[in-house]
């Protein structure tokens, strides 16, 4: 039997019980009572009676003085936070299926009661496949961890009175209600670049994912010699570029996957299904550093869900750049030098061969070349400044 972990959850406890002439009920229900009995998970069973015997328990007590004899219905529903269509777990509710006896002394009711063939305590339920299945396979995703998905689980119980010292009789029933709202852990994580310094060769890249929230944002900042980190960048300036992509689509009511796991950097900025641009498009240059950001969005009923980041640096490679690393190489790959050409292979150095400057002149690459060339034996020292 697979072991079923459970989830982190923001919890919200409703609960209540109606005080009849007759019968109190005082009800014993964790918060893993409601998710088995919603989702029946552990250990995936067909009944309700086979849900958490170690701790759901409803207390009996006798008020009339005669014994009592009762009904139970029990629903169970969840809403997704993918879809938020709250579904009953069941075609119908659950019922007993004949009253049964609360003696005088009052009595103890757990899920071991209904399991016990001598009880007289037995709940007949039909599950709904469908959305049974649907939780069982999300559960045993790998990327779950055996927990059940984000949603508000909820569970309601209705006992009723049947008769009191033999003798038929209504009362006001009563009603217990409890909920949880389930928040797990969720993953989104860049792809590429997979690392810092990720070297794109066109000012268009692409950039891929993995995730299971319900949509995630991608922004873009340039990060510049003043920054001391990439935090630093983000904070300091507006995004070159910031989409949202959602994993879902509603089309005609209905949520529809989009799948969409990757994004190229666009020239212009084109909403389509999935996709909606908040900020950008300013295009990437050659040379430069630039940062991007990936953060998970996920949001359950009302509650902020702190997002999962993922922050990485890439440079857009510049093919004149390379032309001035290559003279560098040329210049400094002997004698007192070998040092600083060592440096430039270690750092994969990129440059931007639009800002070379020397005493406040630009120069291009040839110009550089040609000033090499004439002045190397002239060349005393090296030294990288940002």
């Known amino acids: 039997m697979k072991k079923i972990f459970l989830p982190i959850a923001l919890v919200i406890n409703v609960w209540s019980f109606c005080f009849g002439q007759s019968l109190d009920v005082i009800p014993t229900i964790t918060d893993a009572d409601i998710i088995n009995a919603a989702v029946l998970v552990d250990p995936l069973a067909e009944k309700i009676k086979d849900i958490a015997p170690t701790s759901f328990s409803l207390s009996f007590i006798n008020k009339a003085g005669v014994p009592v004899k009762t009904s139970m219905m029990i629903e169970a529903y ?16 659950a019922r007993t299926k004949k009253p049964f006896l609360i003696p005088i002394g009052g009595r103890i009711f757990t899920s071991k009661d209904a399991d016990n063939p001598s009880s007289d305590i037995d709940v007949n339920n039909s599950v709904n496949e469908e959305i049974k299945k649907k939780l069982k396979d999300k559960i045993l995703e790998p990327t779950s961890g055996g927990r059940v998905p984000s949603g508000l689980y909820e569970i309601r119980i209705v006992i009723t009175i049947d008769s009191v010292g033999g003798v038929a009789r209504q009362e006001t029933p009563i009603e217990i209600n409890r909920s949880i709202n389930v928040t797990n852990p969720t993953t989104a994580v860049l792809d590429v670049p ?38 630093d960048a983000i904070g300091s300036s507006a995004p070159y570029l910031q989409v949202e992509i959602s994993r879902f689509i509603d089309v005609g009511g209905r949520k529809i996957p989009t799948n969409i796991s990757s994004f190229t950097y666009p020239q212009t900025a084109v909403n389509r299904d999935g996709v909606k641009f908040t900020n950008g498009v300013r295009q990437l240059e050659r040379g430069k550093m630039y940062v991007v950001v990936l953060d998970g969005i996920t949001t359950a009923f009302g509650f902020d869900v702190d997002p999962i980041r993922t922050i990485r640096s890439f440079i857009i490679s510049d093919p004149q750049g390379q032309v001035v690393v290559n003279i560098l190489q040329t210049t400094f790959s002997s004698g007192n030098f070998q040092n600083m050409f060592n440096l430039i292979q270690d750092l994969n150095l990129q440059l931007n061969a639009n800002g070379i400057t020397l005493n406040g002149v630009l120069l291009s690459p040839q110009d550089l070349q040609k000033l090499l060339l004439e002045k190397k034996d002239n060349i005393v020292s090296v030294r990288f400044e940002d």
Do not use: A, M
């Open 78 to 93: 969840v809403t997704l936070e993918e879809d938020r269509q709250r579904t009953s777990i069941f075609n119908g509710p």
């Open 194 to 231: 997979f690392s810092n310094g990720y070297v794109y060769p066109t000012p268009f890249p692409q950039f891929q994912w993995t995730y299971d929230t319900r949509s995630v944002k991608l922004s873009v900042y340039e990060l510049r010699p003043e920054h001391q980190s990439l935090e």
